[in-house]
Each structure stands twice: as C-alpha cells, then as structure tokens.
C-alpha cells in the first residue's frame, strides 16, 4: 500500500484525513452538546428538564469531545509527517478504546472500529522504521 519505498504508506494518509475530519466533527459536535446544555437552563418543559438533570455528564462528554477532538488532530499531523510520537498516540488512542469499550459493558465504542483500531496499530507498529 505505498507508493514507492522512502514514500508515505498511502495508509497513512487516509487514516492522517479520517483523525484530522474525526477531530474536527467531534469538536464541533461537542461544543454542539455544551450548547445545547447551555441554552436549555432556563426552560421548564420535560425535555429540557431531563438534560438539566443529566448536565454534569453532559459537560464531561462534550469536555472530553473537545480533548480528544485536539488530540486526534494532533494525531493527524504526526501521521501526515510520519512522525514516530504519532504513532505512540494512536496506540494509546487504540488501548483507550478497548480500555472504554470493556470497562462499559460494551456500552460505549463501536466494535467494528475498535477492531479497525487494533489492526491498523499492528499494522502501523509493523513498518514503524518509516516513522521518524
């Protein structure tokens, strides 16, 4: 899957486009979810009750969207690079997954990218000598 040998896997790069477009719809999406807390203060319906209810929580999920949104940015570019520090975050990135996935009773996470996940770790983990 690369082009020539001192070139990028082109791996590399469309997982660099999927952590970089992850990063900035999870960002946007969270600070979606802060609004939506945020503009239902006041209100007295059911609806917005229930969100107030469950907004401590909501500012855990969409402070930790916006950590994680940077953070896969982040990734992004070290993968752009094919810098080897990029590649130590995608492996926590991938053990945070499988930690959050178990430790929720299957609850949070898809499994099919969990899965997706792992292989691409061992894969990337398998021509580490192209990272620098």
Sequence with gaps: MQTQNNKRP????????LFLLGGVFGIIGSILTLVIVLSTS?????????????KGMSFLVGGSGVVMGILSI????????????????????AATE???????SFQIGNPVFLLIMIVLTIYFWMIREKFN
């Design 42 to 54: 006041g209100s007295t319906d059911v609806a917005s009750i229930q969100i107030q209810n469950l």
């Design 98 to 104: 499988i930690v959050l996935f178990f430790a929720t």
């Design 74 to 93: 982040i990734v992004a570019y070290g993968l752009f690079k094919m810098k080897r520090w990029a590649l130590v975050l995608l492996t926590i990135f």
């Design 10 to 17: 082109i791996s590399a790069f469309i997982l660099a486009w």
